[in-house]
């Protein structure tokens, strides 16, 4: 006899653990499978730990630069296997966190490998043992996966993915990147901070490609200053595990070919949807080039099976997964949410400095149609920064011209990450330039620069 609910969510990282929480708030009876760790991909090996070896590294970065601050540090050093053992504390603390929410909102966990089996049914196998579950809906949340290269399989000693490059067996000499999206600019920012020679190579021609041009150009004279070796419009052909190194066959952009030495090599060219093996195919279910086809309450083409998070396709993000869980929740549950309005989730890279935005680029606006009002305000105009000594980035705000619709902010600068929550809910409650310039921003604070890119938009800068 199968175990009974209301709902099975297949996963539990930021989306499935979020709905599972959301569902027992609504009064369904829910099961949570998972095959290895509560808290999914980001609790334990992505978002959470990647911050807190960034924010060691920015510790380590200030500690350098001590003397512009009037202190004195002798000989800053590092010890390699403390930092890691701090990032997996914190990844422990926050997944017996998410252990505890499933007690406390009446959970039911099945750890193993998850399997829709039917219409209603799932099964779940574990020491070759398996467990039989029914509900009437089930979500699947299953995330998504490290993408390799053909040439280049991570295999955790010198070509790594994202997962080893959080756990390093040695400290990386002389470190490949390959791919300045946001996990790979992240993990080149950390590396370089630590001491490691690091180049980065990018097909396309600029860095973090989904930003705003303006913080793509900025990003790479910033990084170059620090050190990095950025090098956009190129590729690697060719991966060769030396014994004592790697081996790189890199074409470049004048498309001359040369090999070159590495001591590591870190792929961060995309992600794969985990859709194998979870009985997709037998029930029908849609799916594009591996993502699974959702409508705007995440349903898909099957009654009674939802899908949310990485596995559906991008942006791959946790709080786009956790806002989708509860979407598919509460449609699930009859409340008739609000669509997801993919234009009003903020992307953030974690890198020194820091890369924020939402909605529309510029020139994104302007392929839209839109006729655009621009306006931009440096950090070297604002008290706050200077005295944090970090005056280096700027806050970009682009309107439609004729209505005053905030269409999108582009931000690179210290604390960016924190500040683009407020252009976000600007967004979300449909605001205009009158409402952004109204506003009082409190003084001394980085947020002042954003109310003075707002007024630059309309030739009213005060500070600069």
Known sequence: MADQFDLIVLGSGPGGYVAAIRASQLGLKTAIVERENLGGICLNWGCIPTKALLRTSEIYHYMKQADKYGLSVEKPAFDLEKVIARSRGVAKQLNQGVTGLMKKNKVTVYFGDGKITGKGALSVAKDGKTTELAAKNIIIATGARARDLPFAKADGKRIWTYRTAMTPPEMPTNLLVIGSG??????????????????????????????????????????????????PSTGVQKITDTGKGISAEIKGADGKVATEEFSHVIVAVGIVPNTEDIGLE????????????????CKTNVEGIYAIGDVTGAPWLAHK??????????????????????????????????????????????????????????????????????????????????????????MVGAEVTELIQGYTIGKTLETTEAELIETVFPHPTLSEMMHESVLSAYGRTIHF
């Open 182 to 231: 946001a996990i790979g600019i992240e993990f080149a920012s950390f590396y370089n901070d630590m001491g490691a020679k690091v180049t980065v190579v990018e097909m396309l021609d600029r860095i973090l490609p989904v930003e705003d041009v303006e913080v793509s150009d900025f990003m790479l004279k910033a990084l170059t200053k620090q050190g990095m070796d950025i090098r």
């Open 282 to 297: 037998a029930l029908g279910v849609k799916t594009e080039r591996g993502h699974i086809v959702t409508d705007p309450t």
């Open 321 to 410: 997964a956790s806002h989708e869980g509860i979407i598919a929740v509460e449609a699930i549950a009859g409340q008739h949410p609000h669509a997801m309005n993919k234009l009003n989730i903020p992307g953030c890279t974690y890198c020194h400095p820091q890369v924020a935005s939402v909605g529309l680029t510029e020139a994104k606006a302007k392929e839209a149609g839109h006729s655009v009002k621009v306006g931009k305000f440096p950090f070297i105009g604002n008290g706050k920064a200077i005295a944090l000594g970090e005056a280096e980035g700027f806050i970009k705000t682009v309107f439609d011209e004729k209505t005053g619709e905030l269409l999108g902010a582009h």
